[in-house]
């Protein structure tokens, strides 16, 4: 039984060695067990664990905790061992058999798109490979048959495309032959269960026997970054700056800081100064708790600012009536320099809203298309700053443009807006239920990245970024008391393998929040290993109450590159919900569960990505649904070349299941719909926010990891709509224009939300301005 030799060309230019020196080279790497195996019994059995390497490589297929399937690696340990088991049981595997492939997970292996990975638990029609014998007399399958597989639909599975080195894809039709081979080695006999290699890595992973456990170390596999990963400075095929790759370093920030001269201006509201402990204090890689002093300047002013409402039949934005009240002079805390006293004079409001016929609210229950017109107003608030001026690029730099915008059905319908100023400071509005402002706070100088309050109203919780312009620090959440705004804590929260600040989306809907934990679902770039100088996703979670980091519930790297990131939580079942969409793995918009420390599910929209940065799949949100354990999701995709972006809708169980399938809202219409948001109006009733327009709005795919997506001003100003639609993704009723009743939508961000009487949104009014709209389609909450 020695071996005539090892197929496919050596490594690195050498000659191999044939006949008896590589026989003996075979035996001692493969373990005299192997041998004396394949000699014994002829042919691999019913359910022995294998591994499957790429002849030219010498890279063995491996599944991670996560499920991905790639040859990078040519460890030989428990994540590349793969039990081969025949749908017809028992017996040897021969050529033509069908077989299912199962990983160290107990996880099956399937095709998901074009990629290949190991989600399903038990085998189905789905999980089903043939396998084929490479080369002349074809019959039993034993140990260093070279083999090729493939799916029940018959994609050939692609190991070796010199184009993706590493990637393991299926592929309609034939691909060359030596991209499909693979040559099979016996790890594990199912007959006597002994292992039948000499020796495990020192640093390979657990054993398959030990269930994978969430956690936010990096794997524990010996992680060598592929040679035949894509290069860091070579540019892709096709060339240009619209396909350069995250890891091609294009996309890095600019070295041209914004402006950071704030400009003088008196507060709107009197403001509240928290120092707060900059991220420079925090250590990137450790959970250790940020030391937090607060210095109160000023009080806060509780007494709403007046507010003059004029209705206006002919026009939808009439002059507005401004009521100045007397300043009011506050006396600051006293602190180590006692500053001088703070005159303050609340901002103006101005109330418009739409015609209206009757004074009664209707039931959001039961509210109609035809209703909206009647039920919205527009209020126009002066901010405590102006916005910066002048946009930075992709990356760190604070916004020019937009904030984040929270609400909560408790205390009192208050609501609150978290920005960037002029001065690149952090500032928190908080609004009471007549859109008046209470009050304001500065809590840092960094860019600001999400804004949600508890679920009970009680906190306001602002998501911050790291150090301005310092790759690899930890985005810290500040967790705040409603309505004084004073500071409970400000705490880092970051990952042992992904940092944060390069590559990280700046519009994503980053966080949830519940009572017991803050979630944390942002991407970055890989700092060791395998990913080393790639882009993906990470998954971290704060103690909502201590803001001390819980490590074991962290789970990093579900996607490599995660372009688009969602997230949400449900009270009611107390489980949240994240989203990721991939150019790379997963090339699909794929959503997963969370709850009290397990992750689960995976539910699946595929796309398409070109692995340099460019998807399919643009903006969109998820909402929980009030009345029941589940949520609904709206997203955009535009095929690669196909029609422009389009608005699809699904809904989705506790388990992380689709329940109505993804599914266009607007097959019939010719343009596009972006921007696109959702909240939940009454059982099986959701209200739905899109920005239309007549022609394709993204035809750079990279530029939506921006909060500027470069929209046209008068898009923005016109193209806003409101829909409603049911359960099963129908619309009920004609959409409305919104825009044109003076409520149009910040395209980039996620925006609508529940309130307390009602739903509503923010739009600031561009870069530089002072002042921000805000929209309340009032009706009744049952």
């Not at 929260?493 to 009572?515: C, F, H, Q, Y």
């Not at 009723?733 to 395209?747: D, H, M, R, Y």
């Amino acid at each position: 039984f020695w071996p005539q030799r090892w197929r496919g060309p050596a490594p690195h230019g050498r000659r191999r060695a044939a006949g008896p020196a590589m026989a003996l080279r075979l035996w001692l790497r493969a373990g005299v067990a192997a041998v004396l195996h394949a000699a014994c019994t002829g042919s691999i059995e019913h359910g022995d664990q294998v591994y499957l390497t790429v002849p030219r490589t010498r890279r063995r297929v491996t599944v991670e905790e996560n499920g991905f399937v790639h040859a990078f690696w040519d460890h030989r340990g428990a994540w590349q061992r793969v039990s081969l088991e025949r749908k017809s049981g028992p017996g040897g595997v021969v050529d033509g058999d069908v077989v299912f492939l199962r990983a160290w997970t107990g996880k099956y292996v399937s095709p998901h798109g074009r990629r290949l990975s190991a989600r399903e638990g038990a085998p189905g029609v789905q999980q089903e490979f043939t396998i084929t014998q490479v080369g002349e007399g074809r019959g039993a399958i034993v140990p260093r048959s070279s083999i090729t597989l493939r799916t029940q639909r018959g994609e050939a599975v692609v190991v070796d495309d010199p184009g993706s080195p590493g990637e393991v894809a299926v592929e309609a039709g034939d691909a060359g032959a030596a991209q499909r081979e693979l040559v099979i080695e016996l790890a594990a006999s199912a007959t006597t269960g002994r292992p039948m290699t000499t020796q495990q890595p020192a640093d390979a992973p657990p054993d398959a026997s030990a269930p994978p456990r969430a956690t936010s170390a990096a794997p524990q596999e010996p992680r060598t970054a592929p040679s035949e990963a894509r290069s860091t400075t070579e540019a892709p095929p096709g060339g240009g700056d619209d396909d350069a790759d995250f890891d091609s370093g294009d996309m890095r920030e600019p070295t041209t800081a914004g402006p950071t001269t704030r400009t003088s201006q008196a507060d709107a509201a009197t403001t509240t100064e928290h120092s707060v402990a900059t991220p420079s204090t925090m250590k990137p890689t450790t959970t250790e708790a940020a030391t937090t002093t607060i210095e109160t300047t000023t009080t806060i002013e509780t007494t709403p600012a007046p507010t003059t409402t004029t209705t206006a039949p002919t026009t939808t934005t009439p002059a507005p009536t401004t009521t100045t009240p007397a300043p009011t002079t506050t006396t600051p805390a006293p602190t180590t320099t006692t500053p001088a006293p703070t005159t303050t004079t609340p901002a103006p409001t101005t109330t418009t809203p739409t015609p209206t016929t009757t004074t009664q609210v209707r039931s959001c229950a039961e509210l109609s298309a035809g209703d909206i017109a009647a039920s919205l107003t527009v209020t126009t608030v002066q901010l405590p700053a102006p916005l910066r001026s002048a946009c930075g690029d992709f990356g760190i730099r604070s916004s020019c443009r937009h904030g984040y915008y929270a609400a909560t059905p408790h205390r009192g319908g208050v609501h609150a807006l978290l920005y960037n100023d002029a001065g690149g400071n952090a500032l928190v509005v908080l609004f009471d239920a007549l859109n008046s402002v209470m009050g304001s706070a500065r809590i840092g100088g960094e860019k600001v990245r999400g804004l949600q309050f508890e679920p009970d109203g009680e906190h306001l919780v602002a998501l911050m970024s790291g150090q301005t312009n310092v790759h690899h620090s930890p985005h810290y959440f500040v967790k705040m008391a409603v309505p004084s705004l004073a500071v409970v804590w400000a705490k880092p929260i970051s990952s042992p393998r992904v940092g944060l600040e390069k590559w990280t989306p700046d519009n994503s809907d980053a966080m949830a929040v519940s009572k017991q934990r803050y979630f944390l679902h942002s991407a970055g770039e890989c700092s060791e290993g395998f990913c080393a100088g790639h882009q993906g996703d990470l998954t971290q979670v704060l103690n909502a109450t201590t803001g001390e980091q819980i490590p074991i519930e962290g789970n990093d790297w579900r996607a490599s590159h995660s372009c688009k990131q969602m997230s949400g939580y449900n009270e009611n079942s107390d489980t949240f919900v994240f989203a990721n969409a991939g150019d790379y793995y997963p090339q699909a918009l794929e959503f997963n569960g969370f709850r009290r420390g397990r992750y689960f599910g995976a539910a699946k929209f595929d796309s398409w990505g070109n692995g340099w940065g460019r998807q399919g799949v643009t903006q969109g949100a998820i909402a929980a649904d009030p009345w029941g354990s589940g949520f609904a999701s709206v997203w955009s995709f535009g095929e690669e070349t196909g029609p422009p972006d389009k608005l699809h809708f699904a809904t989705l169980r506790s388990t992380i299941a689709f329940e109505q399938a993804p599914k266009k809202l607007f097959p019939d219409s010719g343009g596009t719909e972006i921007g696109g948001n959702i909240a939940p109006l009454g059982p099986g009733r959701w209200l739905v926010a899109y920005t239309e327009a007549s022609s394709d709005l993204i035809t750079n795919y990279k530029r939506i990891y921006f909060d500027d997506w470069g929209i046209h001003d008068d898009i923005r100003w016109s193209g806003g709509r409101l829909a409603i639609i049911d359960a099963a993704g129908n619309v009920l009723g004609e959409p409305v224009n919104s825009a044109a009743l003076g409520a149009p939508f910040p395209i980039e961000m996620n925006h609508l939300v529940e309130r307390q009487d009602g739903l509503g949104w923010i739009f600031l009014e561009g870069p530089g301005k002072s002042t921000a709209r805000i929209a309340h389609l009032r009706c009744r909450r049952s």
